[in-house]
């Protein structure tokens, strides 16, 4: 038995887009969003706030937050590095932001160019700027089951890390499985170590589908009692920091098994279908949905 709905966050947008070698013009990306925003969906992350010199592909942020449609009950959360970039999210009137962080010293070099604890320590002053604004924040963790340059990450180092986000702010804390190298027992493993610290309805999990194992990793959770998934549109997805990475799991793919599930969603598996074509069609990449090449009907 799993739980009776679930929580889906949207990240095709900005995961999905930030790991495109072109960078996609900011009024497709626009076109994009909205018609997320027309699916169900209840939560887009839409871009990020990091440096361009680092990430190209995200550089239009304020130009593409600013125009979107904000379509009311749906959030629209932005990943933020650091007090620069939180303010220039707040300039354009973002109410939600995600900060991210890594379980290994090797990604968190590599990603936000600093240890674990100065990445800490920076996401601290940025959680501080934030609540003083009352803006709502998310955290990231990524490599919590293996990690590109340290390979195996430990449960411990993960759930402590958990720890300290939620304890300086986080409402949720997404559990990023980067480079999607889980399998059900260290995804187990790892899940049992977190739900020490933290209950099941401040996490979410963030699979990528690298070795094709994103949805049972997702089911895996979803027995665990978590009840908030990340998945992004066509499979689209990676990150530039971590070589080999492949997409997300398809929101497609996610929401018709958990209709088989009988959990709800509230979206609308047509509409997405037809999001995901729109936007494979735009990048001219075959879908990397396997029910969106199923279903779609030319
Ligand atoms: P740094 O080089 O140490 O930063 O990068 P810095 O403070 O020394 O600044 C360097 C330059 O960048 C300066 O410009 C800053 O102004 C500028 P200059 O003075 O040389 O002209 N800069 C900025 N510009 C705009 N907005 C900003 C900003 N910050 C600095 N916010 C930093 C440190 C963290 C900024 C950098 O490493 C960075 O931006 N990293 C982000 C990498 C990234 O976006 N990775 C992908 C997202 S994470 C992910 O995909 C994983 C996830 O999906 C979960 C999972 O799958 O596991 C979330
Ligand atoms: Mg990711």
Same mark, same amino acid.
């Given at each position: 038995r799993v739980t009776s709905t679930v929580r889906i966050v949207e990240v095709g947008p900005r995961d999905g887009l930030q790991n495109e070698r072109s960078i996609v013009p900011a009024a497709v990306k626009v076109d994009f969003i909205n018609q997320l925003s027309r699916t169900g969906l209840k939560c887009i992350e839409v871009t990020s706030f990091v440096s361009p010199k680092w990430v190209p592909q995200m550089g239009d942020n304020a130009e593409v937050f600013q125009a979107i449609e904000k379509v009311p009950g749906i959030s629209y959360p932005v990943l933020v590095p650091n007090v620069k970039g939180l303010e220039s999210a707040m300039k354009v009137g973002v109410k939600e932001i995600a900060v991210f962080t890594s379980a290994s010293e090797g990604f968190s070099q590599k990603n936000t160019n600093g240890s674990i604890q100065q990445v800490i320590n920076r996401t601290k002053d940025v959680i501080n700027v934030a609540k003083d604004h009352s803006i709502k924040i998310r955290g990231y963790i990524s490599c919590v089951v293996g990690c590109p340059y340290d390979g195996y990450v430990k449960p411990s180092a993960v759930a402590k890390l958990c720890e300290t986000l939620l304890s300086l702010g986080c409402y949720e804390i997404s559990l990023g499985d980067t480079i999607g190298v889980g399998t059900t027992n260290l995804m187990k493993d790892m899940l049992k170590a977190v739900l020490v610290v933290a209950p099941s309805d401040k996490? &979410?999990?963030?699979?990528?589908?690298?070795? &094709?194992?994103? +949805? /049972?990793? #997702?089911? @895996?959770? +979803?027995?665990? &009692?978590? @009840? #908030? /998934?990340?998945?992004a549109v066509s499979g689209l997805g990676g990150c530039p920091y971590a070589k080999g990475a492949s997409g997300n799991v398809a929101t497609e793919d996610l929401v018709y098994m958990l209709q088989g599930l009988g959990v709800r969603t509230d979206v609308d598996l047509n509409s997405l279908i037809e999001v995901g074509q729109f936007i494979s069609k735009t990048i001219n990449k075959p879908t990397n949905s396997k029910v969106n090449s199923a279903l779609f009907k030319n």
């Open positions: 996490l &979410g999990i963030h699979c990528h589908d690298t070795y &094709g194992q994103a +949805l /049972v990793n #997702v089911c @895996t959770a +979803l027995e665990s &009692g978590i @009840t #908030v /998934v990340d998945s």
